[in-house]
């Protein structure tokens, strides 16, 4: 049985500030990715309070959701077997002080709240987090 799975990844306002969009989408191509559909938008902080509202209760929440609407965003539907795993032991650490070497948020990651990249941490919350962003 094929377990190709697609997951949704958003390259954060610290990245695509540094120009960084590009480069990273390489990575990703590099690392067996395919890049099903992408979308370099601005959101709402009301909408970023939607996206992250499994971390309402954070401490974090409120400053999460203002720079995630801070600046433009590329959101992105990446596809591999294992894609939503794959996803995340690329992107590495949340904290990029943690993550291992060749990852992404060790290569770019400013500190843990502008860490560069977002990655669906589940199948079931990557359809949503998909159709968030692509369902039209
Ligand atoms: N975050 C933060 N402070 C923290 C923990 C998390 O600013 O103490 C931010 C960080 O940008 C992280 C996002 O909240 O990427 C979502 O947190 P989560 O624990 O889901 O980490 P992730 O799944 O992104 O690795
Ligand atoms: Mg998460």
């Known amino acids: 049985m094929s377990n190709i799975e697609q997951t949704l990844s958003i390259i954060k306002p610290d990245a695509v500030e540094r120009n960084l969009d590009n480069e990273i989408k390489q990575i990703f191509i590099r690392s067996g990715f395919n890049i099903l559909k992408e979308k370099k938008i601005q959101i709402e902080k009301s909408e970023a309070e939607k996206f992250y509202k499994v971390h309402e209760t954070k401490p974090f929440y409120n400053d999460l959701c203002s720079y995630l609407s801070s600046g433009p965003i590329v959101a992105m539907i990446l596809e591999k077997k294992n894609g939503v795993a794959e996803n995340r032991k690329l992107m590495?650490?949340?904290?990029?002080?943690?993550?291992?070497?060749?990852t992404i948020r060790k290569k770019y990651g400013i500190s843990i709240d502008?860490?560069?990249v977002h990655g669906s941490d589940s199948i079931e919350n990557a359809k949503i987090e998909i159709d968030f962003f692509f369902k039209d």
């Open 92 to 102: 590495g650490a949340t904290n990029p002080k943690d993550a291992e070497d060749g």
């Open 114 to 116: 502008k860490n560069s």
